[in-house]
């Protein structure tokens, strides 16, 4: 009982309230929370802090950005969503978060789950002003279904993972009306000595596994190609294929009729 007063005093105040609107829809730094609603840093900052104490906001840090968003399970979200369906749209933040999103469309989003990586790329990416890395996890990616990316890649990625197929439907609910994704990772073969070694989970995919996960995901097979290794005497080589899959124009999304 007293958790769930806390929460409701939290999200009372009409500001809170709209900052955990927003936050249900995006993840969102405290500069663009600023843009959206109008109020100063310190504001905004004070009320963010208040959210996250009621146990309403998670906050995370990647690099030199801070990222909150709702509380997406348990007490919090379910009474986030219900002041959600009781408050409606607050017009004006719709169109600004709107515009928070088109400038971040211009920008390259690199996701992994290993902080390690995350600050390779960064060093490796620091000249590029329109690319950011960011920690995440590839069933659940933190974007809205409107994300509206135009091209996602998988680069030599799904090999590690225990459930590829769920991936690439994750990355279609993000996915823009006839945006692109791309495969590229090994054919089949039966190098066990990967799975110890590289920590490898699958040997390779075949094409018919492949264009399953895009039907279930809504997407369309319209390219593949193989890079064979050069021809040289030995054992086995691994050799990569690529898979090019396309969006409906409709929009239809993975997890949707």
Do not use: C
Not at 97 to 103: D, F, G, K, N
Not at 114 to 124: F, H, T, V
Request: net charge neutral; proline share 4%; charged share 25%.
């Amino acid at each position: 009982m007293d958790r769930l007063v806390a929460m409701l005093r939290a999200a009372g105040d009409p500001t809170r309230l709209r900052l955990l609107l927003l936050l249900r829809e995006a993840e969102l730094t405290v500069s663009e929370l600023i843009e959206i609603v109008g109020q100063s840093q310190p504001r905004v900052s004070r009320h963010l802090k208040l959210l996250g104490e009621a146990g309403l906001l998670e906050r995370f840090k990647e690099g030199s950005w801070v990222f909150y968003r709702a509380i997406d399970r348990g007490m919090g979200a379910e009474l986030a969503g219900t002041m959600a369906k009781l408050a409606g749209e607050h017009p004006a933040d719709r169109v600004r978060l709107q515009h928070v999103r088109e400038a971040r469309a211009a920008r390259a989003v690199g996701i992994d789950v290993s902080p390690e990586m995350l600050a390779i790329a960064r060093d490796r990416l620091a000249n590029l002003a329109n690319v950011q890395v960011r920690l995440g996890d590839l069933y659940r990616l933190s974007f809205a279904d409107d994300a509206g990316f135009d091209a996602v890649i998988f680069h030599q990625v799904l090999h590690y993972l225990a459930d590829p197929g769920a991936a690439v439907a994750e990355a279609a609910r993000v996915m823009a009306p006839g945006g692109h994704l791309l495969i590229a990772d090994f054919a089949p073969h039966g190098l066990e000595f990967l799975r110890d070694d590289d920590a490898h989970r699958r040997l390779g995919f075949s094409d018919r596994e492949v264009e399953g996960w895009f039907a279930g995901a809504g997407l369309t097979l319209t390219a593949t190609d193989l890079i064979a290794p050069p021809h040289s005497a030995g054992g086995e080589k691994l050799t990569v294929k690529v898979w090019l899959a396309r969006a409906g124009q409709g929009g239809k999304q993975a997890g949707t009729p």
